[in-house]
Protein backbone atom coordinates (compact mmCIF):
# COMPACT_ATOMS: atom_id res chain seq x y z
CA UNK A 1 0.00 0.00 0.00
CA UNK A 2 1.28 3.30 -0.94
CA UNK A 3 1.60 6.14 1.36
CA UNK A 4 1.17 9.46 1.62
CA UNK A 5 2.17 12.67 2.60
CA UNK A 6 1.22 14.87 5.95
CA UNK A 7 0.00 18.17 4.30
CA UNK A 8 1.52 21.05 6.12
CA UNK A 9 1.44 25.06 5.89
CA UNK A 10 4.68 26.30 6.61
CA UNK A 11 5.56 29.60 7.46
CA UNK A 12 8.94 30.17 5.72
CA UNK A 13 9.13 33.84 6.39
CA UNK A 14 12.70 34.71 7.07
CA UNK A 15 14.19 31.19 6.75
CA UNK A 16 17.46 29.83 4.92
CA UNK A 17 17.10 27.98 1.45
CA UNK A 18 20.17 26.48 -0.08
CA UNK A 19 19.20 26.08 -3.49
CA UNK A 20 22.36 23.92 -5.04
CA UNK A 21 22.49 24.05 -9.07
CA UNK A 22 22.16 26.78 -12.08
CA UNK A 23 19.48 25.17 -13.94
CA UNK A 24 16.32 26.83 -14.95
CA UNK A 25 14.61 24.51 -11.94
CA UNK A 26 17.31 26.33 -9.81
CA UNK A 27 15.94 29.28 -10.43
CA UNK A 28 12.53 28.37 -9.68
CA UNK A 29 13.06 27.66 -6.82
CA UNK A 30 14.81 30.79 -6.17
CA UNK A 31 11.31 32.27 -6.94
CA UNK A 32 9.07 30.46 -5.20
CA UNK A 33 11.48 30.58 -1.98
CA UNK A 34 11.27 34.46 -2.14
CA UNK A 35 7.59 34.23 -3.19
CA UNK A 36 7.64 32.90 0.41
CA UNK A 37 9.21 35.31 2.40
CA UNK A 38 12.81 33.13 2.60
CA UNK A 39 16.21 34.05 1.68
CA UNK A 40 17.40 31.68 -1.20
CA UNK A 41 21.72 31.01 -1.30
CA UNK A 42 22.20 29.81 -4.59
CA UNK A 43 25.63 27.35 -4.53
CA UNK A 44 27.21 26.87 -7.99
CA UNK A 45 30.52 27.08 -9.27
CA UNK A 46 31.47 30.13 -10.99
CA UNK A 47 32.68 28.31 -14.36
CA UNK A 48 28.84 27.19 -14.66
CA UNK A 49 26.60 29.05 -16.84
CA UNK A 50 23.78 30.38 -14.74
CA UNK A 51 20.39 30.45 -16.44
CA UNK A 52 19.27 34.21 -17.01
CA UNK A 53 16.37 34.07 -14.77
CA UNK A 54 18.94 33.47 -11.89
CA UNK A 55 21.78 35.77 -13.27
CA UNK A 56 18.49 38.69 -13.25
CA UNK A 57 17.78 37.79 -9.59
CA UNK A 58 21.38 37.51 -8.67
CA UNK A 59 21.98 41.30 -10.25
CA UNK A 60 18.64 42.48 -8.65
CA UNK A 61 19.99 41.63 -5.07
CA UNK A 62 17.55 39.47 -4.31
CA UNK A 63 19.59 35.91 -4.23
CA UNK A 64 22.96 35.56 -3.51
CA UNK A 65 25.61 33.35 -5.43
CA UNK A 66 28.27 31.26 -3.36
CA UNK A 67 30.42 30.98 -6.38
CA UNK A 68 31.70 27.29 -5.44
CA UNK A 69 31.06 23.75 -5.06
CA UNK A 70 28.87 22.58 -2.28
CA UNK A 71 30.45 21.34 0.98
CA UNK A 72 28.91 19.39 3.21
CA UNK A 73 29.17 22.00 6.21
CA UNK A 74 27.03 24.06 4.45
CA UNK A 75 23.91 23.13 5.51
CA UNK A 76 25.51 23.80 9.12
CA UNK A 77 26.89 26.84 9.06
CA UNK A 78 24.77 28.86 6.04
CA UNK A 79 21.65 29.03 8.07
CA UNK A 80 20.25 31.43 10.79
CA UNK A 81 21.96 32.23 13.94
CA UNK A 82 19.46 31.58 16.19
CA UNK A 83 18.95 28.16 15.32
CA UNK A 84 23.11 27.52 15.36
CA UNK A 85 23.81 28.21 11.55
CA UNK A 86 21.40 24.98 10.15
CA UNK A 87 19.92 25.63 7.48
CA UNK A 88 15.84 25.49 6.97
CA UNK A 89 15.65 23.99 3.81
CA UNK A 90 17.88 22.29 0.92
CA UNK A 91 16.60 21.84 -2.66
CA UNK A 92 18.81 19.98 -4.84
CA UNK A 93 18.06 19.87 -8.85
CA UNK A 94 20.81 18.21 -10.70
CA UNK A 95 18.37 15.22 -10.56
CA UNK A 96 18.67 11.38 -9.29
CA UNK A 97 21.59 10.48 -11.78
CA UNK A 98 23.85 13.40 -10.32
CA UNK A 99 25.74 11.28 -7.62
CA UNK A 100 25.91 14.26 -5.14
CA UNK A 101 21.94 14.17 -5.09
CA UNK A 102 22.37 11.11 -2.66
CA UNK A 103 24.85 12.02 -0.75
CA UNK A 104 23.60 15.39 0.01
CA UNK A 105 19.72 13.71 0.69
CA UNK A 106 21.46 11.22 3.37
CA UNK A 107 23.90 13.94 4.59
CA UNK A 108 20.08 15.97 5.29
CA UNK A 109 18.56 13.33 6.61
CA UNK A 110 20.98 12.46 9.33
CA UNK A 111 20.71 16.29 10.21
CA UNK A 112 16.89 16.41 10.38
CA UNK A 113 17.02 19.32 7.70
CA UNK A 114 14.39 19.01 5.28
CA UNK A 115 15.63 18.08 1.45
CA UNK A 116 13.96 18.17 -1.66
CA UNK A 117 15.81 16.28 -4.63
CA UNK A 118 13.99 16.92 -8.31
CA UNK A 119 12.51 14.42 -9.59
CA UNK A 120 13.70 11.60 -7.30
CA UNK A 121 10.90 10.93 -4.17
CA UNK A 122 12.82 8.73 -3.04
CA UNK A 123 15.56 11.28 -2.37
CA UNK A 124 13.18 13.87 -0.61
CA UNK A 125 11.56 14.49 2.93
CA UNK A 126 9.36 16.66 1.60
CA UNK A 127 7.96 18.04 -1.29
CA UNK A 128 6.10 21.36 -3.08
CA UNK A 129 2.49 21.12 -3.94
CA UNK A 130 1.32 22.41 -6.76
CA UNK A 131 -0.61 25.13 -5.53
CA UNK A 132 -3.31 28.30 -6.47
CA UNK A 133 -2.71 31.34 -4.37
CA UNK A 134 -5.27 33.69 -4.29
CA UNK A 135 -4.23 36.21 -1.53
CA UNK A 136 -4.72 34.20 1.93
CA UNK A 137 -5.95 31.70 -0.12
CA UNK A 138 -3.81 28.74 -1.28
CA UNK A 139 -4.94 25.54 -2.50
CA UNK A 140 -2.15 22.71 -3.01
CA UNK A 141 -2.20 19.33 -4.85
CA UNK A 142 0.00 16.55 -4.46
CA UNK A 143 0.09 13.69 -6.39
CA UNK A 144 3.10 12.14 -4.11
CA UNK A 145 5.66 11.56 -6.44
CA UNK A 146 3.39 10.12 -9.13
CA UNK A 147 3.37 13.11 -11.80
CA UNK A 148 3.95 17.04 -11.60
CA UNK A 149 2.33 17.21 -14.53
CA UNK A 150 -0.90 15.74 -13.45
CA UNK A 151 -1.19 17.73 -10.13
CA UNK A 152 -0.42 20.96 -12.43
CA UNK A 153 -3.07 19.93 -14.35
CA UNK A 154 -5.79 18.89 -11.41
CA UNK A 155 -4.97 22.22 -9.87
CA UNK A 156 -6.10 24.29 -12.74
CA UNK A 157 -9.19 22.31 -12.86
CA UNK A 158 -9.56 22.84 -9.16
CA UNK A 159 -8.89 26.64 -9.99
CA UNK A 160 -10.91 27.09 -13.15
CA UNK A 161 -14.12 26.12 -10.82
CA UNK A 162 -13.78 28.47 -8.24
CA UNK A 163 -15.41 31.93 -8.16
CA UNK A 164 -12.82 35.00 -8.88
CA UNK A 165 -12.49 37.24 -5.93
CA UNK A 166 -12.66 34.07 -3.42
CA UNK A 167 -9.33 34.93 -1.69
CA UNK A 168 -10.55 38.74 -0.82
CA UNK A 169 -13.37 37.02 0.50
CA UNK A 170 -11.45 34.96 2.48
CA UNK A 171 -9.60 37.74 4.13
CA UNK A 172 -12.93 39.53 4.70
CA UNK A 173 -14.30 36.19 6.55
CA UNK A 174 -11.12 36.48 8.24
CA UNK A 175 -11.71 39.74 9.36
CA UNK A 176 -14.64 39.09 11.25
CA UNK A 177 -13.06 36.07 13.01
CA UNK A 178 -10.57 38.76 14.72
CA UNK A 179 -13.14 41.05 15.21
CA UNK A 180 -15.12 38.84 17.42
CA UNK A 181 -11.96 37.62 19.34
CA UNK A 182 -10.64 41.01 19.87
CA UNK A 183 -14.45 42.00 21.30
CA UNK A 184 -14.65 38.94 23.39
CA UNK A 185 -11.37 39.46 24.69
CA UNK A 186 -12.34 43.09 25.81
CA UNK A 187 -15.62 42.17 27.11
CA UNK A 188 -13.55 39.70 29.31
CA UNK A 189 -11.32 41.89 30.32
CA UNK A 190 -14.05 44.08 31.49
CA UNK A 191 -15.90 41.75 33.38
CA UNK A 192 -12.29 40.74 35.20
CA UNK A 193 -11.84 44.49 35.57
CA UNK A 194 -8.82 44.94 34.12
CA UNK A 195 -10.12 47.41 31.78
CA UNK A 196 -9.02 50.97 32.51
CA UNK A 197 -11.83 53.53 32.34
CA UNK A 198 -10.28 55.11 29.20
CA UNK A 199 -10.63 51.77 27.85
CA UNK A 200 -14.53 50.92 29.11
CA UNK A 201 -17.23 50.33 26.35
CA UNK A 202 -20.34 51.94 25.67
CA UNK A 203 -23.13 50.66 28.09
CA UNK A 204 -26.14 48.87 27.13
CA UNK A 205 -29.50 48.41 28.80
CA UNK A 206 -28.69 45.34 30.46
CA UNK A 207 -25.07 46.61 31.66
CA UNK A 208 -26.56 45.96 35.43
CA UNK A 209 -27.32 42.35 34.32
CA UNK A 210 -25.21 39.78 36.27
CA UNK A 211 -22.13 38.90 33.55
CA UNK A 212 -20.68 35.35 33.84
CA UNK A 213 -17.97 33.54 32.68
CA UNK A 214 -20.88 30.95 31.19
CA UNK A 215 -22.82 33.74 29.41
CA UNK A 216 -19.18 35.15 27.85
CA UNK A 217 -18.66 31.91 26.76
CA UNK A 218 -22.31 31.06 25.34
CA UNK A 219 -21.86 34.56 23.38
CA UNK A 220 -18.26 33.71 22.28
CA UNK A 221 -19.33 30.61 21.04
CA UNK A 222 -22.73 31.93 19.28
CA UNK A 223 -20.64 34.27 17.25
CA UNK A 224 -18.43 31.72 16.04
CA UNK A 225 -20.89 29.18 15.27
CA UNK A 226 -22.77 32.31 13.25
CA UNK A 227 -19.56 32.38 11.80
CA UNK A 228 -19.23 28.68 10.38
CA UNK A 229 -22.21 28.68 9.75
CA UNK A 230 -21.98 31.72 6.98
CA UNK A 231 -18.82 29.61 5.50
CA UNK A 232 -20.49 26.42 5.56
CA UNK A 233 -23.98 27.28 3.91
CA UNK A 234 -22.92 30.81 1.90
CA UNK A 235 -22.94 29.43 -1.75
CA UNK A 236 -18.93 30.33 -2.88
CA UNK A 237 -20.08 32.53 -5.33
CA UNK A 238 -21.93 34.78 -2.46
CA UNK A 239 -18.81 34.24 -0.27
CA UNK A 240 -16.80 35.36 -3.00
CA UNK A 241 -18.81 39.30 -3.37
CA UNK A 242 -19.46 39.57 0.37
CA UNK A 243 -18.31 43.38 0.74
CA UNK A 244 -17.25 45.57 4.27
CA UNK A 245 -20.77 46.24 4.47
CA UNK A 246 -21.46 42.63 4.53
CA UNK A 247 -18.55 42.13 7.31
CA UNK A 248 -20.72 45.04 9.75
CA UNK A 249 -24.13 43.25 8.84
CA UNK A 250 -22.91 39.99 9.82
CA UNK A 251 -21.30 41.02 13.45
CA UNK A 252 -24.25 43.21 14.44
CA UNK A 253 -26.84 40.25 13.38
CA UNK A 254 -24.29 37.04 15.14
CA UNK A 255 -24.49 39.59 18.08
CA UNK A 256 -28.24 40.37 18.85
CA UNK A 257 -29.27 37.08 17.68
CA UNK A 258 -29.88 34.80 20.67
CA UNK A 259 -30.04 31.38 18.45
CA UNK A 260 -27.84 29.21 18.55
CA UNK A 261 -28.53 27.04 16.09
CA UNK A 262 -30.40 28.54 12.64
CA UNK A 263 -28.62 29.15 10.18
CA UNK A 264 -27.99 33.25 9.44
CA UNK A 265 -30.59 34.74 7.44
CA UNK A 266 -29.24 36.27 4.92
CA UNK A 267 -32.44 37.77 2.81
CA UNK A 268 -32.07 41.57 4.01
CA UNK A 269 -28.25 41.25 3.69
CA UNK A 270 -28.51 40.18 -0.18
CA UNK A 271 -31.17 42.64 -1.14
CA UNK A 272 -29.15 45.45 0.68
CA UNK A 273 -26.08 44.57 -1.34
CA UNK A 274 -26.74 46.95 -4.67
CA UNK A 275 -26.37 45.29 -7.89
CA UNK A 276 -23.76 46.28 -10.15
CA UNK A 277 -24.29 46.55 -13.82
CA UNK A 278 -22.36 44.03 -16.33
CA UNK A 279 -21.72 44.16 -19.99
CA UNK A 280 -21.55 41.37 -22.45
CA UNK A 281 -19.80 41.44 -25.78
CA UNK A 282 -20.48 37.72 -27.17
CA UNK A 283 -20.31 36.22 -30.27
CA UNK A 284 -23.18 34.19 -31.84
CA UNK A 285 -21.40 32.39 -34.39
CA UNK A 286 -21.75 31.57 -37.95
CA UNK A 287 -25.27 31.62 -37.76
CA UNK A 288 -26.83 27.53 -36.54
CA UNK A 289 -27.75 28.17 -32.50
CA UNK A 290 -25.95 24.55 -31.91
CA UNK A 291 -22.88 26.55 -32.71
CA UNK A 292 -23.35 28.89 -29.81
CA UNK A 293 -20.88 28.25 -27.07
CA UNK A 294 -22.35 27.59 -23.44
CA UNK A 295 -21.19 30.64 -22.03
CA UNK A 296 -23.32 32.52 -24.48
CA UNK A 297 -26.08 30.47 -24.47
CA UNK A 298 -26.24 30.87 -20.59
CA UNK A 299 -25.80 34.85 -21.37
CA UNK A 300 -28.63 34.79 -23.76
CA UNK A 301 -31.09 33.06 -21.26
CA UNK A 302 -29.98 35.55 -18.05
CA UNK A 303 -29.36 38.83 -19.44
CA UNK A 304 -31.92 41.49 -18.67
CA UNK A 305 -31.48 43.46 -22.08
CA UNK A 306 -30.23 42.61 -25.56
CA UNK A 307 -28.87 44.43 -28.30
CA UNK A 308 -28.07 42.36 -31.32
CA UNK A 309 -26.62 42.86 -34.74
CA UNK A 310 -29.35 42.98 -37.54
CA UNK A 311 -27.09 39.97 -39.05
CA UNK A 312 -27.74 37.57 -36.29
CA UNK A 313 -29.60 34.69 -37.59
CA UNK A 314 -33.42 33.94 -36.03
CA UNK A 315 -32.38 30.51 -35.47
CA UNK A 316 -30.26 32.16 -32.67
CA UNK A 317 -32.86 35.33 -31.97
CA UNK A 318 -35.27 32.75 -31.12
CA UNK A 319 -33.56 31.22 -28.32
CA UNK A 320 -34.08 34.84 -26.39
CA UNK A 321 -36.48 34.12 -23.11
CA UNK A 322 -39.77 36.35 -24.09
CA UNK A 323 -39.65 38.37 -21.12
CA UNK A 324 -35.70 40.03 -22.22
CA UNK A 325 -36.03 43.24 -23.87
CA UNK A 326 -34.43 42.87 -27.78
CA UNK A 327 -33.24 45.94 -29.70
CA UNK A 328 -31.85 44.67 -33.29
CA UNK A 329 -29.39 46.88 -34.55
CA UNK A 330 -30.54 49.61 -37.16
CA UNK A 331 -27.48 49.59 -39.44
CA UNK A 332 -28.02 50.30 -43.08
CA UNK A 333 -26.16 51.98 -45.55
CA UNK A 334 -24.83 55.33 -44.47
CA UNK A 335 -26.83 54.55 -41.20
CA UNK A 336 -23.74 52.17 -39.66
CA UNK A 337 -22.58 55.06 -36.99
CA UNK A 338 -25.42 56.28 -35.46
CA UNK A 339 -26.99 52.80 -34.99
CA UNK A 340 -23.78 51.78 -33.44
CA UNK A 341 -23.38 55.13 -31.68
CA UNK A 342 -27.27 53.92 -30.20
CA UNK A 343 -26.32 50.62 -29.36
CA UNK A 344 -23.41 52.10 -27.61
CA UNK A 345 -26.12 54.74 -25.82
CA UNK A 346 -28.37 51.90 -24.65
CA UNK A 347 -25.98 49.54 -23.68
CA UNK A 348 -24.56 52.69 -21.21
CA UNK A 349 -27.78 53.37 -19.82
CA UNK A 350 -28.43 49.42 -18.91
CA UNK A 351 -25.07 49.39 -17.20
CA UNK A 352 -26.12 53.10 -15.00
CA UNK A 353 -29.56 50.80 -14.58
CA UNK A 354 -27.66 47.81 -12.41
CA UNK A 355 -28.59 45.93 -15.63
CA UNK A 356 -26.92 42.86 -17.33
CA UNK A 357 -26.69 44.09 -20.79
CA UNK A 358 -25.62 41.06 -23.77
CA UNK A 359 -24.31 42.82 -26.65
CA UNK A 360 -25.10 40.12 -29.50
CA UNK A 361 -22.71 39.92 -32.38
CA UNK A 362 -22.38 37.32 -34.78
CA UNK A 363 -19.58 35.26 -35.70
CA UNK A 364 -16.42 36.41 -33.11
CA UNK A 365 -16.65 40.07 -31.64
CA UNK A 366 -13.04 40.48 -32.14
CA UNK A 367 -12.89 39.40 -35.51
CA UNK A 368 -13.94 42.49 -37.83
CA UNK A 369 -16.92 42.68 -35.18
CA UNK A 370 -15.88 46.26 -33.42
CA UNK A 371 -15.88 44.36 -30.30
CA UNK A 372 -12.55 46.21 -29.35
CA UNK A 373 -13.73 49.19 -30.13
CA UNK A 374 -16.97 48.79 -27.81
CA UNK A 375 -14.71 47.46 -24.92
CA UNK A 376 -12.77 50.63 -25.20
CA UNK A 377 -15.87 52.43 -24.94
CA UNK A 378 -17.25 51.08 -21.84
CA UNK A 379 -13.55 51.23 -20.14
CA UNK A 380 -13.58 55.09 -21.20
CA UNK A 381 -17.13 55.46 -19.54
CA UNK A 382 -15.71 53.88 -16.18
CA UNK A 383 -16.97 50.39 -16.66
CA UNK A 384 -14.05 48.56 -18.18
CA UNK A 385 -14.30 45.76 -15.20
CA UNK A 386 -17.17 44.71 -15.72
CA UNK A 387 -16.76 43.96 -19.20
CA UNK A 388 -16.94 40.37 -20.24
CA UNK A 389 -16.15 39.03 -23.92
CA UNK A 390 -17.04 35.52 -24.79
CA UNK A 391 -15.97 34.34 -27.98
CA UNK A 392 -17.78 33.29 -30.79
CA UNK A 393 -17.16 30.84 -33.65
CA UNK A 394 -16.18 33.15 -36.40
CA UNK A 395 -17.30 32.15 -40.15
CA UNK A 396 -14.08 33.11 -41.07
CA UNK A 397 -12.93 29.69 -39.97
CA UNK A 398 -16.26 27.77 -39.96
CA UNK A 399 -17.80 28.73 -43.40
CA UNK A 400 -15.32 26.96 -45.43
CA UNK A 401 -15.19 23.96 -43.47
CA UNK A 402 -18.86 23.74 -44.24
CA UNK A 403 -18.42 24.72 -47.67
CA UNK A 404 -16.04 21.55 -47.67
CA UNK A 405 -12.96 24.02 -47.88
CA UNK A 406 -9.81 22.90 -45.78
CA UNK A 407 -8.53 26.63 -44.55
CA UNK A 408 -5.03 24.27 -44.48
CA UNK A 409 -3.75 21.67 -46.12
CA UNK A 410 -0.45 19.90 -45.89
CA UNK A 411 1.41 20.32 -49.41
CA UNK A 412 -1.08 22.67 -50.74
CA UNK A 413 -2.01 25.44 -47.91
CA UNK A 414 0.30 26.19 -44.81
CA UNK A 415 -1.26 29.41 -44.16
CA UNK A 416 -5.07 31.42 -43.17
CA UNK A 417 -5.31 35.11 -43.44
CA UNK A 418 -8.54 36.95 -42.96
CA UNK A 419 -9.53 39.76 -44.56
CA UNK A 420 -12.25 42.40 -45.19
CA UNK A 421 -12.61 43.70 -48.47
CA UNK A 422 -14.50 47.15 -47.23
CA UNK A 423 -12.19 48.94 -45.22
CA UNK A 424 -13.48 52.78 -42.67
CA UNK A 425 -16.34 54.52 -44.46
CA UNK A 426 -16.24 52.19 -47.37
CA UNK A 427 -13.21 52.63 -48.46
CA UNK A 428 -11.31 49.50 -50.51
CA UNK A 429 -8.74 47.80 -48.56
CA UNK A 430 -4.95 47.52 -49.58
CA UNK A 431 -5.01 43.58 -51.60
CA UNK A 432 -3.01 41.21 -50.15
CA UNK A 433 -0.06 39.47 -52.62
CA UNK A 434 -0.28 36.19 -54.16
CA UNK A 435 1.10 33.50 -52.55
CA UNK A 436 0.47 30.13 -53.93
CA UNK A 437 0.04 28.00 -50.13
CA UNK A 438 -1.39 30.38 -48.53
CA UNK A 439 -5.95 30.66 -47.98
CA UNK A 440 -7.56 33.87 -47.98
CA UNK A 441 -10.78 34.13 -46.24
CA UNK A 442 -12.59 37.97 -47.27
CA UNK A 443 -15.44 39.45 -45.05
CA UNK A 444 -17.54 42.44 -46.30
CA UNK A 445 -16.20 41.68 -49.66
CA UNK A 446 -19.23 40.92 -52.34
CA UNK A 447 -20.90 43.67 -52.11
CA UNK A 448 -17.65 44.97 -53.98
CA UNK A 449 -16.31 41.79 -56.22
CA UNK A 450 -15.87 43.62 -59.54
CA UNK A 451 -13.35 45.87 -57.39
CA UNK A 452 -11.93 43.42 -55.37
CA UNK A 453 -11.21 41.01 -58.03
CA UNK A 454 -9.52 43.95 -59.81
CA UNK A 455 -7.32 44.84 -57.09
CA UNK A 456 -6.29 41.18 -56.76
CA UNK A 457 -5.37 40.66 -60.68
CA UNK A 458 -4.10 43.97 -61.47
CA UNK A 459 -2.23 46.99 -60.83
CA UNK A 460 -5.12 49.86 -60.13
CA UNK A 461 -4.81 53.25 -59.30
CA UNK A 462 -5.97 52.50 -55.97
CA UNK A 463 -2.52 50.52 -55.26
CA UNK A 464 -0.52 53.88 -57.01
CA UNK A 465 1.76 56.13 -55.16
CA UNK A 466 1.83 59.46 -55.79
CA UNK A 467 5.45 61.45 -56.20
CA UNK A 468 5.96 64.87 -57.65
CA UNK A 469 2.75 65.36 -59.20
CA UNK A 470 2.74 62.39 -61.03
CA UNK A 471 1.89 58.58 -60.67
CA UNK A 472 3.93 56.35 -60.00
CA UNK A 473 2.59 52.33 -60.14
CA UNK A 474 3.50 50.02 -57.52
CA UNK A 475 4.37 46.80 -59.50
CA UNK A 476 6.42 44.73 -56.10
CA UNK A 477 3.05 43.11 -55.26
CA UNK A 478 2.32 39.77 -56.66
CA UNK A 479 -0.72 39.85 -58.49
CA UNK A 480 -3.32 36.62 -58.39
CA UNK A 481 -3.63 34.85 -61.29
CA UNK A 482 -7.09 34.80 -62.41
CA UNK A 483 -7.19 30.97 -62.52
CA UNK A 484 -6.94 31.01 -59.07
CA UNK A 485 -9.75 28.38 -57.05
CA UNK A 486 -12.25 30.53 -55.11
CA UNK A 487 -15.33 30.13 -53.36
CA UNK A 488 -18.68 32.27 -52.47
CA UNK A 489 -20.07 31.10 -48.64
CA UNK A 490 -23.20 32.59 -47.86
CA UNK A 491 -25.64 31.82 -44.82
CA UNK A 492 -23.00 29.33 -43.56
CA UNK A 493 -24.44 26.79 -41.49
CA UNK A 494 -28.18 28.17 -41.76
CA UNK A 495 -30.49 26.08 -43.41
CA UNK A 496 -30.34 28.41 -46.71
CA UNK A 497 -26.54 27.61 -47.17
CA UNK A 498 -25.40 28.35 -50.11
CA UNK A 499 -22.03 27.82 -52.14
CA UNK A 500 -20.75 29.08 -55.47
CA UNK A 501 -17.05 27.17 -56.58
CA UNK A 502 -15.65 29.13 -59.18
CA UNK A 503 -12.53 30.98 -59.78
CA UNK A 504 -11.47 34.36 -59.60
CA UNK A 505 -12.13 35.11 -63.17
CA UNK A 506 -16.18 34.07 -62.73
CA UNK A 507 -16.64 34.76 -59.95
CA UNK A 508 -18.43 38.43 -60.58
CA UNK A 509 -20.40 37.29 -63.10
CA UNK A 510 -21.25 34.31 -60.80
CA UNK A 511 -22.76 36.78 -58.07
CA UNK A 512 -24.31 38.73 -60.37
CA UNK A 513 -25.99 35.93 -62.29
CA UNK A 514 -26.93 33.86 -59.15
CA UNK A 515 -27.85 37.52 -56.74
CA UNK A 516 -26.77 37.83 -53.09
CA UNK A 517 -27.47 36.29 -50.50
CA UNK A 518 -25.53 37.86 -47.29
CA UNK A 519 -23.82 37.64 -45.14
CA UNK A 520 -21.41 35.78 -47.53
CA UNK A 521 -18.26 35.63 -47.51
CA UNK A 522 -14.97 34.85 -50.28
CA UNK A 523 -12.34 32.05 -49.90
CA UNK A 524 -9.60 32.20 -52.01
CA UNK A 525 -6.85 29.74 -52.99
CA UNK A 526 -5.80 26.14 -53.85
CA UNK A 527 -7.55 24.70 -50.61
CA UNK A 528 -10.56 25.55 -52.37
CA UNK A 529 -10.24 22.42 -55.00
CA UNK A 530 -9.04 20.13 -52.57
CA UNK A 531 -12.37 17.93 -51.69
CA UNK A 532 -13.91 19.30 -54.64
CA UNK A 533 -12.32 19.08 -58.28
CA UNK A 534 -13.86 21.03 -60.86
CA UNK A 535 -15.36 19.32 -63.78
CA UNK A 536 -13.54 20.92 -67.39
CA UNK A 537 -15.87 23.43 -69.05
CA UNK A 538 -17.66 24.73 -65.80
CA UNK A 539 -17.34 28.24 -64.99
CA UNK A 540 -19.19 28.07 -61.56
CA UNK A 541 -21.25 25.49 -59.72
CA UNK A 542 -23.49 26.25 -57.44
CA UNK A 543 -24.97 23.90 -53.89
CA UNK A 544 -27.59 24.55 -51.80
CA UNK A 545 -28.33 23.93 -48.21
CA UNK A 546 -26.69 23.04 -44.93
CA UNK A 547 -25.84 19.38 -44.28
CA UNK A 548 -22.75 19.97 -41.95
CA UNK A 549 -24.18 17.88 -39.00
CA UNK A 550 -25.38 15.12 -40.83
CA UNK A 551 -27.90 13.15 -38.63
CA UNK A 552 -26.68 14.81 -35.63
CA UNK A 553 -29.26 14.71 -32.65
CA UNK A 554 -31.73 17.84 -31.96
CA UNK A 555 -30.80 18.96 -35.74
CA UNK A 556 -34.44 19.80 -37.42
CA UNK A 557 -34.96 17.88 -40.85
CA UNK A 558 -34.34 21.26 -42.62
CA UNK A 559 -30.74 21.51 -41.21
CA UNK A 560 -30.55 17.54 -41.68
CA UNK A 561 -32.85 16.99 -45.40
CA UNK A 562 -31.11 20.46 -47.21
CA UNK A 563 -31.23 19.82 -50.40
CA UNK A 564 -28.63 19.90 -52.87
CA UNK A 565 -28.22 22.20 -56.37
CA UNK A 566 -25.96 22.20 -59.16
CA UNK A 567 -25.97 24.67 -61.83
CA UNK A 568 -23.09 25.03 -64.03
CA UNK A 569 -22.65 27.95 -66.69
CA UNK A 570 -20.51 26.26 -69.79
Known amino acids: MSHISLLTSIDSTGHIHLIIGSNPLAAARCAKSLEVGAKPLLIAPDTVELHYALQKRIDNGEVVWLKKPFEDEDVLRLGREEINGV ?3 VFVTSGPRDPLSAHISLLCRRNRIPVNVSDASSLCTFSL ?8 LQIGVTTNGRGCKLSSRIRREIASCLPPNLGAACARLGTIRQRIQEEDHLT ?6 DLDDEDSIDQTSTFNKLVTEADLDAAKNRRIRWLSQICEYWPLRRLANITDADVESVLKLSASNPSTSATPDTTNLDSRTEK ?3 IILAGSGPGH ?4 TRATHKAILTADIILADKLVPSGVLDLIPRRTPVHIARKFPGNAELAQEELLSLGLAGLKAGKTVLRLKQGDPYIYGRG ?7 RREGYGDVVSVLPGITSALSAPLFAGIPATQRGVSDQVLICTGTGRKGKPTVPPEYVDTRTVVFLMALHRITGLVADLTSWESEDAKVLDGSVEVDRSRRLWPKKTPCAVVERASCPDQRVIRTTLEFVGAAIEEEGSRPPGLLVLGNACEV ?3 PDKGRKWVVEEGFKGFGDFEGMGLEFVLGGKEERDRV
Open 372 to 378: GEEFEFF
Open 188 to 193: HMALSG
Open 289 to 292: PDLL
Open 129 to 136: LSTHTDGP
Open 276 to 278: KGR
Open 531 to 533: LNK
Open 87 to 89: VDA
